[in-house]
């Protein structure tokens, strides 16, 4: 009996071993929804409840991006907003890590500095155009500055909201080795503060794709979006959607990048 149920055993295990790992797909289930989404548009599209001027069949849209991209027209676009948001992400996240150390570390800085940006984070993007066509004119500085503002405020927020909320028993840790100040800053709280600069990091990627469509309303002539510009001008809503669509990609594989990123230091 007992050799009957270890053979029996022994068959579920190597069973078990030779059917896929779930987790292995579980990826897959993210493209539910959205294959949904695209059977809905293309029934919505061929049964006439939208017509083609007004939402074009997914199959246009693809042939569209296809075309510019086979033209060489849609990598220049792309390769121009990549560099913006990627200079944006990395100025604004620089001034972001340097405000919410200060005001992490300092109760009068946060006391002055922290009602101000508190307040600023609230202006919507497309507000501070006219302002930054003033101060900085049409040029590349002005876009760059813009998407930094939007990558600024979640570094700021979590990185500062982070600093102040390390656990106080690691502090009292820090003071039984007589840690310095120094060392206290460098080996127990900026440690500690890691998970939430990089959950601001992400947050500020994410805004940073929502401000480059205002920072390329600046006069641009290149970049995503002024290609979504270009579709509304020229009435055509299969340049428009596709642009839309390749905001939504590079946006969703950034913030895959920064995931993994954090799921390495993290330890996840």
Known sequence: MATTRETGRASADAAAETLPDADRFRWLIGFVVPAAIVVAWHLLVATGVFAAHQLPAPL????????????????????????????GVLLGASVGIALGTLTGLS??????????????????SLA????????????????????AVGAFFPVYLNLSAGIGEVSEDLLEVAEVYDLGRIESLRRVVFPAAVPSLLVGIRGGVGL????????????????????????????????????ILLFAFLGNLSDLAVKEVENRVVGR
């Open 208 to 243: 940073a794709w929502m401000f480059v469509v205002a920072a390329e309303l600046i006069a641009a002539s290149e970049g995503i979006g002024f290609l979504l510009s270009d579709g509304r001008v020229l009435a055509r809503p299969d340049i428009i959607v596709g642009s």
């Open 60 to 87: 246009r849209v693809v042939e569209t991006l296809y075309g510019l991209g086979a033209s060489g027209e849609l990598w220049g676009h792309v390769a121009i907003t990549v560099q913006r948001v990627f200079l």
């Open 128 to 147: 501070w155009v006219p302002l930054f066509l003033l101060w900085f004119g049409i040029g590349e500085g002005a876009k760059v500055l813009l998407i």
């Open 107 to 124: 109760e009068l800085a946060a006391d002055l500095l922290d009602p101000l940006l508190q307040s600023l984070k609230n202006i919507p």
